[in-house]
């Protein structure tokens, strides 16, 4: 099946500075990827939705500031977490649709902790 | 507000056992639902989808049951194996937005030998 990429898979930071993930589709175009948060023994919330080329759009409540999202091409999409504080500290999982067929695959996720 | 209702939170089974899975949605534009497995320190992986137009689909040990009228489709997991324990997602999304996953709480299945 399809890959999906994500980079570092765990990071550990000092409160007040940033992070970026990388989520990457290793063997597949994707127009659409998306981006989740996933704190322990919780759900997956969807934090936005990111679209090769164009703004990620947010979903409610999460701070675009905060939360900078860039497609900038068909197989990478980035999440930076700008000045990180502890209670950013969770599991970030990106997804990715393919161009073609429209299938969704997950990658492995980063655990961010943030000291 | 969880738009996907899942339960129960935890299920514990034995071996050769049946798990039983269920959800239920208000939002009738739903069309798609996937059931998602996470192991600890994992990304879902999917597991099974069904859309409206089919009540059942069986993809090895895997079923989906899906009931349009009442809202609610379910996950059962047959002949339950200690490989099976892991945490189970329910999820919906509609057509066009394929992709942006509304997620049900999750189910923690745990295999007893």
């Known amino acids: 099946g399809a890959v999906v990429s994500q980079h570092p898979s765990r990071v550990i930071c000092k409160s007040g500075t940033s992070v970026k993930i990388e989520c990457r589709s290793l063997?597949?175009?994707?127009?659409?990827m998306f981006w989740y948060r996933q704190f322990p023994k919780q759900s997956l919330m969807l934090m936005a939705t990111?679209?090769?080329?164009?703004?990620?759009?947010?979903e409610q409540g999460v701070e675009k500031d905060k939360f900078l999202i860039n497609h900038a091409s068909l197989t990478l999409s980035t999440l930076t977490v700008t000045s990180a504080h502890p209670e950013d500290s969770s599991f970030y999982i990106c997804?990715?649709?393919?161009?073609?067929?429209?299938?969704?695959?997950f990658g492995e996720g980063s655990r961010l902790t943030v000291l | 507000q969880q738009q996907v209702k899942q339960s129960p939170q935890s299920l514990i089974v034995q071996k050769g056992g049946i798990s039983i899975i269920n959800c239920a949605y208000e939002?009738?534009?739903?069309?798609?639902f996937p059931w998602y497995q996470q192991f600890p320190g994992k990304g879902p992986a999917l597991l099974i989808a069904?859309?409206?137009?089919?009540s059942e689909k069986k993809e090895g040990r895997f079923t989906i049951s899906f009931n349009k009228s009442a809202k609610q489709f379910s996950l059962h997991i047959m002949d339950s194996q200690p490989g099976d324990s892991a945490t189970y997602f329910c999820?919906?999304?509609?057509?066009?937005?394929?992709?942006?996953?509304?997620f049900g709480a999750g189910t923690q299945v745990v295999v007893t030998p």
């Open positions: 997804s990715a649709r393919t161009a073609n067929t429209g299938e969704l695959f």
């Open positions: 063997d597949f175009q994707a127009t659409t």
């Open positions: 990111s679209n090769e080329g164009s703004k990620a759009t947010y």
């Open positions: 939002n009738t534009a739903f069309d798609y």
């Open positions: 999820a919906a999304s509609i057509g066009d937005s394929w992709g942006k996953l509304q």
């Open positions: 069904i859309r409206p137009d089919v």
